[in-house]
């Protein structure tokens, strides 16, 4: 079986579904609240790991009852903790999040333990964690120093590397984290923020010239464009009932670093990718509506040509 290491977060999503998305000051009644476990780094762990791969989760808990919740969570779909961090007298992740009725967000995320995952947790690591037939998949709810030392020893081993830039900090444009990536994901939002280029192609081939050997970025509704040596491809989208944004990106790299680490092409890895993102979007909240394999596989039989663009 495929082997995938991801690091990032593991949180406690509270969101609240409402008519709408409040404006600045405004409140509004009528909402219904799902709580729930969450974070970007536990979402794309277990999309990987429902995608079909084992799943080595690098994280920090709270050692409150959140984190205890999250923990117990994690370990029940399968995830390997065994180099997890609970850090101690500090609380877990937590995230706020609204939802209107057409699926668009907001979130705010109290970091917690998530801030407390530095470089000396990554250098402790054994080496057998950074296996080079495995896929490393990072993501920036943690801090950036800790995710550039994983980058580099998951690069010395020999690894695919594969950084989700969300959300995005300008911080990583440079040699020191760019360089150190095979795929860097950013939705459309991030790519433009991370280069402050006019258009989305034009973020792509930028953030591909500094440093990331390739470049996925995701598009919602319209798919994805990936950047490589060969130039650029746009990835139709896989058509879908919208009922939740929420989780979309999470599952498109777990699925991604899952298709990498089976040995199939970018493309055909992001086009399964692609397909994983859109299952996402046909349910309420994150971890909920992350896909499994066989209703990954189902969808792109609609359109067997997909994965051979």
């Keep these: 079986m495929s082997r995938v290491v991801v690091l990032g977060s593991s949180g406690f999503d509270l969101t609240v579904r409402l008519a709408r998305l409040p404006r600045p000051g405004e409140t509004l009644l009528g909402g219904s609240l799902h709580t729930g476990p969450g974070g970007k780094g536990a979402n794309a762990a277990i999309a990987a790991k429902r995608a079909g791969a084992e799943v080595t989760f690098l994280t920090a808990f709270g050692d409150d009852d959140f984190g205890k919740q999250v923990r117990d969570h994690d370990l029940s779909e399968g995830l390997d903790l065994s180099y997890a961090k609970t850090a101690e007298r500090v609380p877990n ?10 699926g668009r967000n907001l979130i705010g995320v109290a970091p917690g333990a998530s801030a407390a995952l530095g470089p000396e947790d990554i250098d402790v690591l054994p080496d057998t964690v950074f296996a080079p037939d495995a896929v490393f998949l990072a993501c920036l709810e943690v801090p950036l120093a800790a995710v550039a030392r994983g980058l580099q ?24 984290v760019l360089g150190l990536v095979d795929v860097l994901t950013p939705n459309s939002e991030e790519a433009l923020e991370l280069t402050g280029q006019g258009s989305v192609e034009e973020s792509a081939r930028c953030l591909k010239a500094l440093g990331a050997r390739s470049v996925v970025v995701t598009l919602g509704g319209d798919g994805a464009l990936v950047v ?31 298709g990498l680490a089976e040995g199939l092409t970018l493309l055909e890895a992001a086009a399964r990718a692609c397909a994983a993102g859109a299952l996402a979007v046909t349910k309420p909240g994150a971890q909920g509506a992350l896909p499994r394999r066989d209703e990954i596989d189902r969808l792109l039989a609609r359109d067997p040509g997909r994965t051979k663009r």
């Excluded at 992740?93 to 057409?102: H, P, T």
């Excluded at 490589?228 to 777990?254: I, S």
């Design 93 to 102: 992740q937590v995230a706020l999040i609204f939802v209107g009725e057409d």
């Design 153 to 176: 020893r998951a690069r010395r081993a020999g690894m695919t590397t594969v950084l989700n830039p969300a959300p995005a900090d300008r911080a990583l444009m440079g040699p020191d």
């Design 228 to 258: 490589t040596d060969e130039g650029l491809v746009q990835l139709p989208p896989c058509v879908v009932e919208v009922v939740d944004t929420v989780g979309a990106g999470d599952a498109f790299n777990g699925a991604l670093a899952v």
